[in-house]
């Protein structure tokens, strides 16, 4: 693989993306212990889960000059200040790379601590459950908030079909949910530029669409462990990545159906809760995301930007009251509360919502992998639901169609 940069696009931006190489294939992992015998000392951060799988894959690393974390199964590991406080106990100044083996927390946990201590950094997946292999967030649960701090992408990324054929089917799912999830945030960042004059690109886009296309079109040899759709799968999730890296953001890869996943994570770790893989809660809220799209689109409203604010941050000071302050502060930041800057042209809008595909066909594709969008509601509860389709939003700073349902009034959606 050559040198991830795309010097001139046709948005006038150079994108690039710093990850180095990726191993995608059956057997992959055997290449791991020379990629490691030049480095003085080895830290390998895994789960026993994870670490299981990776030694069920006949993944091995010597034990000589390698300190290992092993995360306890239960419960289960969160990237917050405890986790990296654990790991950082580890190093020492003859660590100079970093092995992180398991799924989106130990590569977020991971990425956090290379950036910060300026390691080597090979990642080896375990389970195709989401994209943010290459990207250069690392989400962090600090404070009790979710955030996404710049960090930088692994050097290396190996994801071994072998083992990723055989990660358990909730997180193959995921997998799936995560990037059936980007039609809908593609329609939000093609909203958020037309009414928000945010930067956009057609190229990315339409890479990123295209990777949800292919997914959508072999949801059920996916969820059947076919080796070459697995393959695929694990293909996209980092190709997705690297969009992500290109844009600078995850603009081109987490939208409304993001923040929807995102309120039933934050809320669930709040009330002490169970909360579910995160890409099969993103896949389930793409169908309500659909679902508000169709309801813009039969609407005759016209955006309010007058409610009042005092009150329509209350309940979220009951509903996530950890989080509630940094909420507050971070919408006071970005400034989207009442605010009617843009260009409001309903019909311009209603042309970019009509261009994501509708809740029965996000229902169908989530259907082929097994995903059942009602499943949110059996698992959160009704107004749960409702409560992250008003409030998801106010957990990030970005523009989405969640916004927009604000403006034209909740009531639109009847559950
Ligand atoms: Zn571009
Ligand atoms: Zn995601």
């Not at 943010?132 to 955030?147: C, E």
Request: aromatic share 8%; charged share 20%; glycine share 8%.
């Amino acid at each position: 693989m050559g040198k991830l940069e795309i010097k001139k696009c046709s948005c006038g931006c150079r994108h690039f993306c710093a990850v180095e190489k990726v191993h995608n294939g059956a057997g992959a992992v055997t290449l791991v212990p020379d990629m490691i015998q030049k480095y003085k000392k080895t830290l390998v951060v895994a789960d026993e889960n994870t670490y299981g799988a990776f030694k069920a894959g006949r993944g091995d690393i010597s034990e000589k000059n390698t300190y290992f974390v092993i995360f306890p199964a239960k419960p289960v590991l969160v990237p917050d200040e405890a986790a990296i406080a654990t790991v950082e106990k580890t190093l020492d100044e003859q660590t100079e790379v970093i092995v992180g083996i398991g799924g989106g927390t130990v590569n977020d946990l991971c990425k956090h601590i290379a950036h910060t201590h300026d390691l080597y950094y090979i990642y080896v997946a375990t389970a195709p459950s989401m994209d943010g292999y290459a990207s250069d967030g690392a989400a962090l649960i600090l404070d009790g908030m979710k955030v996404t701090l710049k960090a930088r992408p692994p050097h290396i990324i190996i994801c071994d079909t072998n083992i990723l054929c055989n990660a358990p089917i909730e997180l193959i799912r995921a997998g799936v949910g995560d990037i059936l999830g980007k039609f809908s945030c593609l329609n939000d960042w093609r909203l958020a530029h037309i009414i928000k004059g945010e930067y956009f690109c057609n190229e990315i886009y339409t890479r990123v669409y295209n990777c949800a296309k292919q997914v959508a079109d072999n949801g059920q040899r996916i969820v059947n462990r076919e080796p070459l759709a697995i393959k695929q799968l694990a293909q996209a999730l980092i190709d997705v990545g690297v969009e992500m890296s290109y844009a600078g953001s995850s603009r081109p890869a987490s939208g409304s159906e993001h923040h929807l996943a995102h309120f039933f994570e934050i809320y669930s770790l709040e009330h002490g809760k169970q909360h579910r893989p995160h890409g099969i809660d993103v896949g389930c809220a793409a169908y309500f995301t659909a679902l508000l799209r169709e309801k813009i689109i039969e609407s005759s409203t016209e955006p309010s930007f007058d409610f009042c604010r005092q009150s329509h941050f209350k309940p979220l000071e009951q509903l996530l009251p950890r989080a509630y302050e940094g909420i507050r502060q971070l919408q006071d930041r970005v400034g989207l509360h009442g605010n009617a800057t843009g260009n409001y042209d309903m019909t311009q809008i209603k042309g970019v919502l009509k261009q994501a595909p509708t809740a029965a066909e996000t229902a169908k594709m989530l259907a082929a992998a097994g995903l059942a969008p009602n499943s949110l509601i059996d698992f959160y509860s009704k107004e749960t639901v409702i409560n992250a389709l008003r409030y998801g939003k106010e957990l990030k700073d970005r523009f989405t169609v969640l916004w927009l349902y604000e403006y034209l009034g909740w009531e639109m959606l009847n559950l």
